[in-house]
C-alpha cells in the first residue's frame, strides 16, 4: 500500500488546453519547444525526427553467430537428424499402412452384409458425441480445469 506522499509523487500531471479567445489566468502558452518536451516526457526520451535509419535499425531481425564445430561433431548431429527423419518416415508410413488395412476391413465387412444392410451401414453417423465423454487432446489439460470438469460431470 502506497503512502500518500508516494502516491502523490506517482501521480501524473496533465494539462489541459483549452483553445479561446483570450488565454486564461495561469494558462501556459503551447509552443513547438513545450511539446517536444512533452512528448520526451511521455516516451523516455527524445523521439527521432525521420531519422529512418534508426527505425529500420530497431525491427532489422539481429543475426545468430553460427557456432564452431568440428566436422566430426557436425557429422555425428548429421547422423542423429538423418535417423531421426527416418524413425519420422517409419511411423508415418505405418500409420497410413494401418489407416489403409482399417479402410480395407471397413469394407470388406460392409460387403460380407446382406444388401438391405449394407445400405444402412455406408450411412455415416454424424450424432455429436455425448457431453460427458472426454476428447483426447493433445496438450495435457491444465490441473484446476479438470477439478472444474469433473465437478460438472458429477453434477450431471
Known amino acids: 500500500m502506497l503512502s500518500f506522499r508516494a502516491a502523490a509523487a ?22 513547438k519547444a513545450s511539446k517536444k518536451a512533452m512528448a520526451a516526457e511521455a516516451t523516455g526520451g527524445d523521439l527521432p525526427k525521420n531519422d ?12 545468430i553467430p553460427r557456432r564452431s564445430v568440428s566436422k566430426e561433431q557436425a557429422a555425428e548431429e548429421q547422423m542423429v537428424v538423418d535417423a531421426y527423419a527416418r524413425h519420422l518416415l517409419v511411423t508415418t508410413r505405418a500409420g497410413k ?13 460392409i460387403a460380407a452384409l446382406p444388401e438391405d444392410l449394407q445400405v444402412a451401414a455406408k450411412i ?23 477439478d472444474v470438469l469433473a465437478k460438472e460431470q458429477d453434477e450431471v
Open 10 to 31: 506517482n501521480r501524473v500531471r496533465v494539462l489541459v488546453i483549452v483553445p479561446s479567445r483570450g488565454m486564461a489566468k495561469g494558462a501556459k502558452k503551447v509552443t
Open 52 to 63: 529512418v535509419a534508426k527505425l529500420i535499425s530497431l525491427v532489422k531481425p539481429q543475426s
Open 97 to 109: 499402412e494401418l489407416d489403409r488395412t482399417r479402410l480395407a476391413l471397413k469394407h470388406a465387412a
Open 124 to 146: 455415416v453417423d454424424t450424432t455429436p458425441f455425448p457431453p460427458s465423454r472426454r476428447i483426447p487432446l493433445d496438450t495435457p489439460p491444465h490441473p484446476s480445469f479438470d
